[in-house]
Nanobody, 123 residues
Framework: QVQLVESGGGLVQAGGSLRLSCAASGRTFSSYAMGWFRQAPGKEREFVASVTWSGGSSYYADTVKGRFTISRDNVKKTVYLQMNSLKPEDTAVYYC????????????????WGQGTQVTVSS
């Protein structure tokens, strides 16, 4: 099992940057593919980015490609989401998630979730 705790959210002006962190507990963190998802009020949870267990490959939603970067440190058991050039439409609660096996973009395929961290981008 793995437990996930996100941090780093907050209020930022459009064009600004934030870095989210997701700290994991458990001895097998490096076995898990990791993903970031977000959910805005009244909307479904959507895929943002994912990274393979090794960190060798990463994938992004078209809406964030070129602005966000996902990375992981398996020694620190932490996955990061660097968010640059933020837009008001990026406002949402951001969740990190973990799954065994291949990395995916579908939320229902992830087994473990953090509690979420709020990101608010003002115009």
């Amino acid at each position: 099992q793995v437990q996930l705790v996100e941090s780093g959210g907050g209020l930022v002006q459009a064009g600004g940057s934030l870095r989210l962190s997701c700290a994991a507990s458990g001895r097998t963190f490096s076995s898990y593919a990791m993903g970031w998802f977000r959910q805005a009020p009244g909307k479904e949870r959507e895929f943002v980015a994912s990274v393979t267990w090794s960190g060798g490959s990463s994938y992004y939603a078209d809406t964030v490609k070129g602005r966000f970067t996902i990375s992981r440190d398996n020694v620190k058991k932490t996955v990061y989401l660097q968010m640059n050039s933020l837009k008001p439409e990026d406002t949402a609660v951001y969740y990190c998630a973990a799954k065994l096996g291949p990395v995916r973009r579908v939320a229902s395929e992830y087994n473990y979730w953090g509690q979420g961290t709020q990101v608010t981008v003002s115009s």
